[in-house]
């Protein structure tokens, strides 16, 4: 795997950092290189908040925010009615990782690959009444590949301890297998 570059989307309080965190604890389990870069602003619940991230075979060497993601990861569609654009700066190969029910108009197209997953579903059925990014944490592993469900499996259990990371995880198995993935 050459660098991989992802752009979260998210508002705030909806789990995007620790998601970050989280996926850079399973990059390690999985002896890869990792760094998560948050981006605070207004701090208040509902704010867009943007979190990057990076996934390497070899020492990263940047330091800075995303610009131009290979991977978009979008944890609330509204985000585009908020004036959030997640095309901005893709390419041609950019991979797109989106929580809703169906996918908005025309999205598809702009992307190489579209993981779908309606995280906020799952995590109400599995866990309850609390941020989705376990959900979206499997979906990201299902629509990459870069990373195995049981790598994040086992990094949200050591970061969120044994008894809310065991739930957590299980939540995030759970998006893994209803993720749909599309392609082309």
Known sequence: MT?????????????AVTAAHILVEAAVLSDKYAQAVPNFGQERKGAPVYTFARLSDKPIESHTYVYNPDIVVMFDSF???????????????????INDRELPHGIRDSFKKVGLVDAWSITHEVIGNVPPNAAMLGAIAKTTGLLDIESIMEAIVNVMGEKIGQVNAKCAKTAYERTVVYEG
Not at 4 to 14: A, N, T, V, W
Not at 79 to 89: A, Q, S, V
């Open 79 to 97: 985000l585009m009615e908020l004036g959030i654009d997640p095309l901005e700066g893709i390419g041609e190969d950019s991979i797109l990782i």
């Open 3 to 15: 660098e991989k570059e992802f752009r979260i989307l998210s508002r705030g309080g909806q789990g």
